[in-house]
């Protein structure tokens, strides 16, 4: 059986969590980035930053504990949470106590990447989820100022926000921007919408590169869910509340092996990337993209005349 690396970990996290159970989830968490590669992507999905910064902090230092220790490995955070801030001080306080903070606790791979001349192993990409009161300038200076320090920020649009994806201004400064259907922020729906958005790219590369076949599973993936400790081996599943298993009394290992010894048959990956480019060909995505979705379901649609279902 090949096993392949896990490309993308994301971790659901609680509005509150109890001490002992978050220990056991940073334990299970470090012993899961074995699996990674190099262009893996770990992803915290918070309701919002102040309450979860002392939980952010612990993961990211260790990360940074398994990078020292495995000196060929790269992971790129993602710090994903709203941003419920509308006022020119009360952003320039959220970057200079928050991002700044996380971005010094990462300076020594930043000081690494220097010398070596090459790019940094931990990588920090914040997706901002902002408020609809905010204004668009307002949002642009704490975008300016999280390039300045190279943390590569990301939006993550609702409903309320739409209207933001219309300023190319504040396009042109984000690394990214991901899109959400709907007006409630729950850190679940987010980490949906952004692992969708990724698949309906991905799609859209194999359609580009003439791929024949559409059905492989996504790429390798967990998500585990902090508030009640279950573990996930793909966002569809998660999203139907079909759990893999548990973390508890086990280690990464044997979750790696419930996860390798999943029947991978059963799941309908297909189906799964044709709901994705439904679900974003009504959302205000460029129109380029939006082209580029129409011949991808009119591809899902010609192969699934072929197959006659």
Excluded at 193 to 213: G, H, I, M, P
Excluded at 227 to 254: Q, V
């Amino acid at each position: 059986m090949i096993k392949p690396a896990i490309q993308k970990i994301y971790v659901v996290l609680a509005k509150q969590q109890d001490k002992a159970d978050f220990e056991l989830l940073c334990r299970i968490l470090s012993g899961l980035f074995s699996y990674v590669n190099l262009t893996s992507n770990l992803y915290l999905v918070a309701e919002n930053l102040p309450e979860s910064m002392p939980r952010i902090e612990r993961i990211q230092k260790d990360v940074g504990k398994f990078l020292k220790a495995n000196l060929f490995a790269r992971l790129y955070l993602h710090f994903v949470h709203s941003v419920r801030l509308t006022t020119v001080k009360e952003i320039d306080y959220y970057f200079y106590y928050y991002y700044q903070s996380l971005k010094r606790a990462a300076g020594e791979f930043d000081r690494e990447g220097f010398i070596h001349q090459e790019v940094p192993r931990l990588i920090l990409l914040p997706v901002i989820a902002p408020d609809h009161r905010v204004e668009s300038a307002s949002l642009i200076g704490l975008l300016n100022a999280l390039k300045s320090i190279f943390m590569l920020p990301c939006l993550y649009l609702d409903k309320t926000t739409f209207f933001l994806s219309k300023d190319k201004d504040l396009l042109t400064r984000t690394e990214k921007i991901y899109f959400g259907n709907g007006h409630p922020r729950e850190p679940a729906e987010i980490a949906c919408n952004l692992f969708y958005q990724d698949l309906l790219d991905e799609s859209l590369t194999k359609l580009a590169s003439k791929a024949e076949f559409m059905s492989v599973p996504c790429p390798a993936s967990l998500i585990i869910s902090a508030k009640d400790g279950k573990i996930y081996c793909c966002m569809d599943a998660f999203r139907r509340n079909e759990s893999l298993t548990d973390i508890y009394g086990k280690s990464a290992d044997e979750l790696m092996e419930i996860y390798y010894e999943h029947d991978h048959s059963k799941r309908d990956c297909l189906g799964c990337r044709r709901r994705t480019a439904e679900f974003f060909a009504g959302l205000p995505v460029s129109e380029t993209k939006k082209q580029h979705i129409g011949a991808l379901l009119s591809h899902f649609e010609t192969s699934r005349g072929m197959s006659g279902k």
